[in-house]
Nanobody, 125 residues
């Protein structure tokens, strides 16, 4: 069983930045495609970004493209989400996820096998 632990959430003003981290203690981190998702109150789960095992390819939702950057450090078993130019509509609980089947980066291909517990991001206007 893979345990994912997110950190880095908090309260920030619109236009500000946050960096989320997701760490696992497992030794198989580098074999998983990783992703970030979010869920705002009263809304459905929403795809944010994904990254391949090597970190060489990434994919973003249109709503965050150009503002958010996903990256990973396999030596540290950690995936990051750098969030810049934050907007109030980015307010949500952010979850990282791992796909052990490596089916792809796009929505509908990425199949999360493991989820973190989530970290709250609140952007004030």
């Amino acid at each position: 069983q893979v345990q994912l632990v997110e950190s880095g959430g908090g309260l920030v003003q619109a236009g500000g930045s946050l960096r989320l981290s997701c760490t696992t203690s497992g030794r198989t981190f580098s074999s998983y495609t990783m992703g970030w998702f979010r869920q705002a109150p009263g809304k459905e789960h929403e795809f944010v970004a994904t990254i391949t095992r090597s970190g060489g390819n990434t994919y973003y939702a249109d709503s965050v493209k150009g503002r958010f950057t996903i990256s990973r450090d396999n030596a540290k078993n950690t995936v990051y989400l750098q969030m810049n130019s934050l907007k109030p509509e980015d307010t949500a609980v952010y979850y990282c996820a791992a796909d052990k089947h490596n089916a792809g980066l796009r929505v509908g291909l990425f199949q999360a096998d493991y989820w973190g517990q989530g970290t709250q991001v609140t952007v004030s206007s």
